[in-house]
Nanobody
Framework: QFRLVESGGGWVQPGGSLRLSCAAS????????IGWFRQAPGKEREGVSC????????DFPDSWGARFTISRDNAKTTVYMEMNRLKPEDTAVYYC??????????????????????WGQGTQVTVSS
């Protein structure tokens, strides 16, 4: 059964850090690119980052790359997103999603959420003092 499970969310003060995990099961993670997305209350879902199958290419559609990093451990079938210097506007439900992709070297921009086929249930991140 194809499954993605996010974890690592929670409450953090502004300026703090969190590491989100996306655990994959039921499929071969090496064959899929992974993206991280978020949805704040009353807003549309937006793409935050993606990582190629080989883990050598990452993409951040906005300026998140200055504060966030994405990595993957295919042996552990887990993808991570480290978030630093968090701001209240980062408060959202964070999702990971997978897409099969031929090239191991790049990932489709997470700005195009429709390219990602399989989604986890999300993990809440709240940034407040």
């Amino acid at each position: 059964q194809f499954r993605l499970v996010e974890s690592g969310g929670g409450w953090v003060q502004p300026g703090g850090s969190l590491r989100l995990s996306c655990a994959a099961s039921g499929f071969k993670l090496d064959d899929y690119v992974i993206g991280w997305f978020r949805q704040a209350p009353g807003k549309e879902r937006e793409g935050v980052s993606c990582i190629s199958r080989a883990g050598t290419w990452t993409d951040f559609p906005d300026s998140w790359g200055a504060r966030f990093t994405i990595s993957r451990d295919n042996a552990k079938t887990t993808v991570y997103m480290e978030m630093n210097r968090l701001k209240p506007e980062d408060t959202a439900v964070y999702y990971c999603a997978a897409a099969p992709y031929t090239s191991p070297k790049i990932c489709p921009s997470p700005a195009r959420t429709e390219q990602y086929d399989y989604w986890g249930q999300g993990t809440q991140v709240t940034v407040s003092s």
